[in-house]
């Protein structure tokens, strides 16, 4: 008897129509177009601009877009994890508020918060739950509202991050496609310098934090910059060295879409030719949980049944990992 693996079955998103460009930002804080494409590759990102919408409002956009798109009951999803880092509220999980809204009445769900990696981490929890039979249909949503989160007088991060979401269905498949081995790493030296200090039970919200802007999103680029391209390089090349895996056996490379540089870095260790590197950061940015499933939307009429994909990713904490999948479907 075959071991039961969990594969992706179905893909689905969502991004904002309004469009923040490099020109735009060019009017809003001191930088260029030319000075942010160089450096990250961005060139725009999708901003959610309604008032009183918020991380579940895309949330609940990609995951009826997948529902829609594989020609499912919601009702026969088991359960739901939404990997992000800009929940609604504290306290009241996003993902429980998700699963009811699209119909999900049979499932259980909640948030998944590691940074950059949150996508990556929740899929191998669907993996296990999958795999451990219990469960047929798994849902991951990786969804972020980053604007609500950054400060755009700071150059620093503005010219990042966007907003969006991404959504995949895991079921068990018999033929050992799917999540076929994974690295999953983290290193709390990160806390540092990837961070928001006030919000949290350290640093409660007050008028002083509000007032000292220590709501938002700060970071030390450099050092960030320095950890992410050694270690999604470095988990990216273990994971094909532990299964046997040269360049001409991977299909496509699913980075993180942080910056241009990181990705080339991680596709240059794996020796791969850059058309097998899955790219969207030039329209969306990096939106953080959800940059793996917007790729494997956008990239999905080119997977084929069969094909070995390589995600890698690296965020706060600092968090990172890298995962060895097979594709499960032609669309």
Request: charged letters at 25%; a neutral charge.
């Amino acid at each position: 008897m075959s071991k039961k693996t969990a594969a992706i079955t179905a893909v689905g998103a969502y991004v904002p129509d309004f469009v923040l460009s490099n020109k735009v930002l060019e009017t809003m804080v001191e930088t260029n177009d030319e000075w942010i494409t160089s450096r990250t590759g961005i060139k725009e990102r999708r901003i959610l601009k309604e008032e009183g919408k918020g991380t579940s409002f895309m949330a609940i956009k990609a995951a009826e877009d997948l529902i829609n798109k594989r020609g499912i009951d919601p009702k026969e999803i088991d359960m739901l994890i939404l990997a992000t880092t800009t929940p609604d509220m504290p306290v009241a999980a996003t993902g429980a508020y998700v699963a009811s809204q699209i119909g999900a009445v049979n499932a259980f769900s909640y948030d998944l918060q590691a940074a950059c990696s949150s996508f990556l981490y929740g899929m191998s929890t669907a993996t296990s739950y999958i795999e451990s039979g219990r469960y047929k249909k798994v849902i991951v949503i990786g969804a972020d509202k980053m604007s609500s989160i950054i400060d755009y007088t700071d150059r620093t991060t503005c010219i990042i991050f966007g907003d969006g979401a991404g959504a995949a269905l895991f079921e068990p498949s018999e033929e050992g496609l799917g999540l076929q081995d994974e690295y999953l790493r983290t290193d709390g030296i990160g806390r540092e310098f990837l961070k928001i200090d006030a919000g949290g039970s350290i640093l409660p919200p007050s008028e002083e934090t509000v007032k000292n802007r220590q709501h938002f999103v700060q970071q030390d680029g450099k050092t960030v910059f320095k950890f992410a391209v050694s270690n999604m390089a470095d988990v990216a090349e273990k994971v094909m060295q532990r299964n046997g895996l040269s360049k001409d056996d991977v299909q496509w490379l699913v980075p993180h879409q942080a910056n241009k540089r990181i990705i080339d870095a991680t596709a240059n260790r794996m020796k791969l030719d850059a058309s097998k590197v899955m790219m969207n950061i030039q329209k969306y940015g990096n939106t953080t949980s959800a940059t793996l499933p917007l790729l494997l939307n956008d990239y999905e009429k080119q997977l084929k049944k069969g094909d070995n994909l390589v995600f890698a990713a690296f965020g706060g904490g600092f968090t990172w990992g890298a995962a060895y999948l097979k594709w499960a479907y032609n669309s």
